[in-house]
């Protein structure tokens, strides 16, 4: 198993562009989450989703989208990047009823100049 | 919602010490306390975890303990090493239906003086 996986690893964005960020896991988990991870702080929660086609917003979720289509995807975007945003976005998953242990991908670090 | 309070930011140990990180919660209906480990450039690692029915879990040189009436949890490495230098956070979730993830403390940074 890849585990969890997200790319781009590194990006820079100009204020106002748009991106998305790639998440995929291949252990079937039901859950996924997106969190930030700002210098010096702890990670915050920005979207959830516990099943394909169901999503809700976390503790930090303005200037940011996602879907569940897939098991497998969760895909996080950004509509109009502004400087708030410069940040390490990590991708994670566990599955309900196993060990509530949630794995993470390896972080994408977003720059917006 | 939950708050997760993690202190020190920083220690540093001489290794082959004993290091202790300490964090207190706020939600007494949380009931799930990892702590993950997070070397330079990578995603958090779990290292190891409590629920609230439990006071205490040890993995080899690592042990967790949790004061529910305190609302507080510890994180204790004996015998410390130099791979053991990294940041170490912990979190807090409620896991009995919900979804709304982890709630993280701001990290601690381990540092093992050779």
């Known amino acids: 198993n890849a585990g969890v996986t997200q790319t781009p690893k590194f990006r820079i964005l100009k204020i106002g562009q748009s991106m998305t960020l790639q998440c995929t896991q291949d252990m079937n988990h039901n859950y996924m989450y997106w969190y930030r991870q700002d210098p010096g702080m702890g990670l915050k929660l920005i979207y959830y989703?516990?099943?394909?086609?169901?999503?809700d917003k976390g503790e930090v979720p303005n200037g940011y989208n996602v879907s569940r289509s897939t098991t497998e995807d969760f895909p996080l975007r950004l509509e109009l990047a502004a400087p708030s945003q410069t940040s390490v976005y990590f991708c994670a998953s566990f599955r309900d009823g196993g060990s509530n242990e949630q794995f993470f991908g390896p972080g994408t670090r977003l720059t917006v100049l | 919602g939950e708050n997760v309070e993690q202190h020190p930011s920083t220690l540093s140990v001489q290794e082959g010490d004993s290091a202790v990180i300490k964090c207190t919660y706020s939600d007494s209906a949380s009931n799930y306390f990892p702590w993950y480990k997070q070397e330079l450039g990578k995603g958090p690692q779990l290292i190891i975890d409590i629920r609230s029915n439990v006071g205490e879990k040890k993995d080899q040189r690592i042990a967790v303990t949790l004061n529910k009436t305190a609302k507080h949890f510890s994180l204790h490495i004996t015998e410390t090493q130099p791979e053991d230098s990294a940041v170490y956070f912990c979190?807090?979730?409620?896991?009995?239906?919900?979804?709304?993830?982890?709630?993280f403390g701001k990290g601690t940074h381990l540092i093992i003086q050779p």
């Open positions: 979190a807090a979730r409620y896991s009995g239906g919900g979804a709304d993830g982890l709630t």
């Open positions: 989703s516990v099943g394909a086609g169901i999503t």
